[in-house]
């Protein structure tokens, strides 16, 4: 079946250490995206990538990093340099702007011990 | 700048009632907009989309949502609440300048009473 594949779905680290969250799609689209989600703020945008090798900041980059290597794949990596690390975050795909949704994965949580 | 408002953040209803979830934006340009549920733990469904055409969309599960330009609103509807409708429900907007961004509201929290 044809969908997005965030992994690990529970992660749990120290402080001080840098951790990726994988994301991984089969529907080949073009565009991927990094939100993070806090309970009453909604979606936030950290990285989005229109195609490979190409990525743009979001709202609240600082203290992320991303890769877009491949079209399938669009790693996020939280570096110790992350205030606030606790969270959720969730991956997303979209074809392009002229299809308009976006589709999004399971999610991975997040928390900083 | 486009932005979303989700007015209240927690809503209950009693099962069968009618449910309403509101949804004001503001954009400079026609936008998409979008409705999805999400339940705990989980990613983000789509309920429904408005894109161009017509202004009542309908979508899954029985919910549709009216595009009004004139209020910039996009309140999501279903005439019967059920149990199962319990989630957190956000409205986004997509700008179709070509950038790629999706803006979302805060969510609303759906309570469904027995």
């Known amino acids: 079946d044809g969908g997005i594949t965030q992994s690990p779905k529970y992660l749990f680290r120290k402080e001080g250490q840098n951790v990726t969250l994988s994301c991984e799609q089969n529907?080949?689209?073009?565009?991927m995206y990094w939100y993070r989600q806090d309970p009453g703020q909604g979606l936030r945008l950290i990285y989005y990538?229109?195609?490979?090798?190409?990525?743009q900041k979001g709202d609240i980059a600082e203290g992320y990093s991303v890769s877009r290597e491949k079209k399938e794949s669009f790693p996020l990596t939280v570096t110790s340099a992350q205030k606030n690390p606790t969270a959720f975050y969730l991956c997303?795909?979209?074809?392009?702007?002229?299809?308009?949704?976006?589709?999004f994965g399971e999610g991975s949580r997040l928390t900083v011990l | 700048a486009q932005s979303v408002t989700q007015l209240g953040s927690h809503v209950s209803v009693s099962e069968g009632a009618l449910v309403l979830l509101r949804c004001n934006y503001s954009?400079?340009?026609?936008?998409?907009l979008f409705w999805y549920v999400q339940y705990p733990n989980q990613g983000l469904q789509l309920l429904l989309k408005?894109?161009?055409?017509?202004?009542l969309v309908k979508g899954i599960n029985g919910f549709e949502a009216e595009f009004k330009k004139s209020e910039t609103s996009f309140h999501l509807t279903k005439p019967s609440a059920h149990m199962s409708d319990a989630a957190e429900y956000f409205c986004?907007?997509?700008?179709?300048?070509?950038?790629?961004?999706?803006?979302f509201g805060t969510g609303t929290r759906l309570k469904v009473l027995a």
């Open positions: 990538s229109q195609i490979v090798n190409d990525f």
């Open positions: 954009s400079s340009v026609p936008p998409y």
């Open positions: 408005y894109t161009t055409g017509a202004t």
């Open positions: 986004a907007v997509s700008s179709t300048s070509g950038t790629y961004k999706y803006i």
């Open positions: 997303a795909t979209t074809q392009g702007w002229n299809t308009g949704e976006l589709f």
């Open positions: 529907l080949n689209h073009d565009a």
